[in-house]
């Protein structure tokens, strides 16, 4: 079956980088993915890479796969305040938007303070 | 673009009665939706799947006599929270797919509460 999970909290100062990290089980997954979700909001999508890749960078964030081990972990540099929320990690099968549902990692809740 | 308009983001209701959640894909055609729910400082939990024109395939546990679903069109699904109770209280999210390749977009979310 499929499980996914996360470290619960992480607390970082400003202008520090956050590491958060997601462990997988499924090898068949496909892609691997990082949402952002604010309090009382839905999930708005970071980033997302193919399981063929090792690392996809986009301006502040950084994501290492590591398919061996099946670990994703999600790099944000210059950690801001506004980064605080939950980080869910998630895995599809397949291609992606089809019909194919995403699996949801526990959420890890980031605390950025001054 | 792709955008999906969730509503009502926020309702309260009173045990019994049942709640309609609607999820509208506003410049996309949505052939499949995803609904979620999600307990408080939990993951989202997967409740069912649905194609539009076709019946919706539930997850394990999940009660489709009480959860109602309709993708009748698509650009519209909706969940009906059938006479809720308590225990129904949560945050409810769809998530529709945009077509092979082009990922998910969620909605804001409906957060129901039921007393």
């Known amino acids: 079956g499929e499980d996914v999970e996360q470290s619960l909290f992480l607390s970082v100062r400003e202008g520090d980088s956050s590491v958060i990290n997601c462990t997988y089980t499924?090898?068949?997954?496909?892609?691997l993915y990082w949402y952002k979700q604010e309090p009382g909001a839905g999930l708005q999508l970071l980033t997302y890479?193919?399981?063929?890749?090792d690392m996809k960078q986009d301006q502040r964030l950084t994501v290492l796969l590591n398919k061996k081990d099946k670990h994703l972990s999600l790099r944000i540099a210059d950690t801001q305040t506004g980064d605080s929320a939950i980080y869910f990690c998630?895995?599809?099968?397949?291609?992606?938007?089809?019909?194919?549902?995403?699996?949801f990692g526990t959420g890890t809740q980031l605390k950025v303070e001054l | 673009g792709a955008v999906v308009s969730q509503h009502p983001s926020w309702v309260i209701c009173k045990s019994g009665t049942s709640v309609k959640i609607e999820c509208r894909s506003l410049?996309?055609?949505?052939?499949?939706m995803f609904w979620y729910r999600q307990f408080p400082k939990q993951s989202l939990m997967l409740m069912a799947t649905?194609?539009?024109?076709?019946?919706?395939?539930?997850e394990q546990g999940v009660e489709k006599d009480k959860f109602l679903i309709n993708h009748a069109s698509l650009t519209l699904s909706t969940l009906t929270v059938t006479s809720a109770h308590p225990e129904d209280s949560s945050f409810y999210i769809c998530?529709?797919?945009?077509?092979?390749?082009?990922?998910?977009?969620f909605g804001s979310g409906t957060r129901l509460t039921v007393v």
């Open positions: 998530s529709a797919a945009r077509g092979q390749g082009r990922g998910y977009t």
């Open positions: 890479i193919f399981s063929n890749m």
């Open positions: 410049d996309f055609q949505a052939t499949t």
């Open positions: 499924d090898s068949s997954s496909t892609y």
């Open positions: 649905s194609n539009e024109g076709s019946k919706a395939t539930y």
């Open positions: 998630a895995e599809s099968m397949g291609v992606t938007g089809g019909g194919n549902k995403l699996t």
